[in-house]
């Protein structure tokens, strides 16, 4: 069975819309360590839109299981991370007019500045993770960088999956995963992966860890409600 990764950002993201100290990641990530979780995944990108300096500093310092820092290959981030040394880190695209990440890293376009960065992350004794697409010239790209592990972008399958149309992208999914392992670099993935979706993904052969966040924040907020409630009438009372 792969290892389940619990990415904590949307919590942040909430803290964030009142610029408040609630609901703090770090609690969460707690939470979602005594739920299970393998490992703890955070997002510090270039607009602090969510997870802070100061969120990266306590999680590293206090969780129990291994954390897995997402950044872009810049420098600000890549200083912070080698000063605080997560457990991996994982080089991801980043734009600040998206939502959310849109694509894996374009590392056959920008090989020197990844490959850079892979190597400084390393020097500070970080395992290194690259966000790619399924396509075999990223793959090979991503593996010539030297990096540990590849997490696959599930996204398309992600949206595929939601209109019944699944097959292709699973199949691509599972291209992409024999040629990481037959290059020995470890088979990580993630991105839209939901309640609904998850097990095929999981299932592939050698499949390592599933970094999944919003689906499970989502669906915490709709199973914790109630007792929350129940708690305030409480006090109230």
């Not at 009142?18 to 607009?47: C, M, Q, S, Y």
């Not at 206090?62 to 954390?67: E, F, N």
């Not at 097990?199 to 199973?223: Q, T, W």
Request: proline share 4%.
């Amino acid at each position: 069975m792969p290892r389940l990764g619990v990415n904590i950002d949307h919590v942040a993201t909430v803290r964030e819309a009142r610029k408040t100290n609630e609901p703090d990641p770090v609690w969460a990530a707690t939470l979602a360590e005594l739920g299970g979780a393998d490992g703890i995944t955070l997002h510090l990108r270039e607009d602090r839109r969510h997870i802070q300096d100061r969120d990266v500093r306590i999680l590293i310092e206090t969780v129990a299981v291994p954390t897995n820092l997402e950044l872009a290959a810049a420098a600000d981030v890549l200083a912070i991370a080698c000063d605080r040394r997560p457990t991996q880190a994982t080089l991801v695209p980043e734009r600040r007019e998206e939502v959310t990440t849109e694509g894996g890293l374009d590392v056959a376009g920008h090989t020197d500045k990844v490959t850079a960065a892979v190597q400084q992350l390393q020097s500070a004794g970080i395992a290194v993770s690259l966000f790619l697409d399924p396509d075999p010239r990223q793959l090979e790209a991503g593996i010539a960088t030297g990096a540990e592990a590849i997490e696959l972008h599930t996204g398309a399958y992600a949206h595929a999956a939601a209109n019944g149309k699944a097959v292709d992208q699973l199949t691509e999914l599972n291209r992409a995963a024999k040629q990481i392992r037959a290059a020995g670099t470890t088979l990580n993935a993630g991105h839209g992966l939901t309640y609904r979706n998850v097990r095929p993904v999981a299932e592939i052969e050698g499949m390592h860890e599933l970094n999944i966040g919003h689906s499970i924040i989502a669906r915490a907020m709709m199973v914790g409600l109630e007792q929350a409630v129940r708690d305030m009438k409480r006090l109230m009372e």
